[in-house]
């Protein structure tokens, strides 16, 4: 497979129509569908069904379209940075989850992105597989976790000094709003909103000893939405403390958990790979960022 003819697939599938694609493409009709008819029987699939006004994606096609995605970014990533590897220049990918740890991070982008107009920055949310999976395939350059997670044999690390405190927010009019702390029974009396992470963790597994009787109702991966359905209702929101800005007016209050879970994060890289430019000033503005609250 060329980059050039993922390039047109990937026009095609963002135009849902051939005569659109080879517009934008700047190239004729007939050489565009040549070329797609070609694709399809290297691969020995079907990509498209093609309709007489739009054309759609057969399984084959998604299936594709989601793997050309990251061959075309890591391969523009890749031209970026060599291109320009005796100054601080190219594109550095950072992977994160929610958490109050990407306050620090955001701080250091800004002072890289000031200082180096040709830097360009790309941030993922994802929880730590999905993060660690995009980190061994090349997709990000840094990635930040939270939890218990043994990532010492593929991955360096760096320690955060933040650490994620969990506990519910709740409207002040609920029944457990003026508790001092929340115990796993109380969680059992009402619907509940978890994160995906949350979800997955042996830490919070072990504080509720029991899942099952818990009573998911939603889960996330951003958080920010969900407070306007813990204010109609008597759901409880699982979250980090200070994840949410929760002002003096709001109807919402934050509850910690007793016993404590605390997740601590952590920057994680690929440690096979050689780091770019921008990489390596990313990570040692970091670590002085770290050395100077010491």
Known sequence: MELRVLRYFLAVCEEKNISKAANSLHISQPSLSRQLKN??????????????????????????????????????????????????????????????????????????????????????????????????????DFGI????????????????????????IVSKDHPLAKQPYIVPEDLQKYPLIISKHTADSDNFRDWCTDPQKLNIVATFNLPDNLQYLVEKGLYCLLIYKDLLSLSPESNLCFIPLQPKIIDHNRLIWNSRVQLSNVARLFLKLLRNSIKNEK
């Not at 006004?53 to 995605?69: C, D, F, K, P």
């Not at 075309?72 to 740890?101: C, D, F, P, R, V």
Request: no cysteine.
């Open 145 to 168: 976790t939270m939890g218990q997670y043994d990532t010492t044999q593929n991955f360096n690390s760096l320690t955060l000094p933040e650490n994620n405190e969990y506990g519910i």
């Open 39 to 140: 694709l399809e029987e290297e691969l020995g699939v079907t990509l498209f069904y093609r309709g007489h006004q739009e054309i759609t994606l057969t399984q084959e096609g998604y299936y594709l379209q989601e793997h050309a995605e990251e061959i075309i970014s890591l391969a523009n990533k890749t031209q970026q940075n060599l291109k320009h590897s005796k100054i601080i220049s190219g594109e550095l990918y950072i992977g994160a989850g929610e958490s109050i740890a990407i306050k620090r991070v955001m701080d250091i982008v800004n002072n890289i992105v000031k200082n180096y107009p040709q830097v360009k920055i790309h941030v993922f949310n994802g929880n730590s597989s999905m993060i660690e999976g995009k980190i061994e395939r090349g997709i990000l």
